[in-house]
């Protein structure tokens, strides 16, 4: 069975800190990595993605990958309370159908 | 572009019962996904359409669960007579290519 390995947290960080989210996935052959916030009651909402190794940057957030250790993570710098969500991290399969595997979630706390 | 759009958005029935989803993905998105979410857990696949044909069905997906893309436009997600494990938000996402997938904001289903 592929998976996708998240801590469940809650992970709690002071406003205007950086909170770190971790993922380890366990297939391989996976190409392309998916980080969604999911405010609770609600769909995930897609936040970065990332395909080559190294860092990504779009704004407060920063996607990391490393393929040889099979980790990604997310930085999310100058936390807000409003990023108080689960965070999902989703590997996508390597089927042919791009379906994603995802974990369970880690719920970031930011608080004020 | 107006999102991926899912109807309705809470479906309270009793066991035993028929219930019918409806998915609109995003206009030229020829990539339709339906997955499942328990609380606390992250989305699991469910199945898979490219246009109009289904590619892949995980082993999730019983006989009593049966999904269509007719046209290749809008799905439909088909529970017969539904049990208590069924209870759970059904989550539609759209994509095009390898584009990261975007999701509905859910039908939320309760069995009582």
């Known amino acids: 069975q592929k998976e996708v390995e998240q801590n469940s947290g809650p992970l709690s960080v002071p406003e205007g800190a950086i909170a770190s989210l971790n993922c380890t996935y366990s297939?391989?052959?996976?190409?392309?990595f998916f980080w969604y916030r999911q405010y609770s009651g609600k769909s995930p909402e897609l936040i970065m993605f990332?395909?080559?190794?190294g860092d990504k940057e779009d704004g407060r957030f920063t996607a990391q990958l490393n393929k040889a250790s099979q980790y990604v993570s997310l930085l999310i710098r100058d936390s807000q309370p409003s990023d108080s969500a689960t965070y999902l991290c989703a590997a996508s399969s390597t089927s042919g159908t791009y379906k994603y595997i995802f974990g369970t979630g880690t719920r970031l706390k930011v608080l004020a | 572009d107006t999102g991926v759009s899912q109807n309705p958005r809470h479906k309270i029935t009793k066991r035993g019962q028929n219930v019918t989803f409806r998915c609109d993905p995003i206009s030229e998105h020829n990539r339709l996904y339906w997955y499942r979410q328990t609380l606390g857990q992250g989305p699991e696949f469910l199945t898979y359409f490219q246009n109009e044909a289904q590619l892949e069905k995980s082993r999730l997906l019983s006989d009593r669960f049966s999904a269509e893309r007719p046209k290749g436009s809008f799905s439909t997600l088909e529970i017969q007579r539904t049990e208590q494990g069924d209870s759970a938000m059904y989550l539609c996402?759209?994509?095009?290519?390898?584009?990261?997938?975007?999701f509905g904001d859910g039908t939320r289903l309760s069995i009582l």
């Open positions: 297939d391989r052959g996976s190409q392309s």
């Open positions: 990332i395909y080559s190794n």
């Open positions: 996402a759209s994509s095009i290519g390898t584009q990261p997938q975007h």
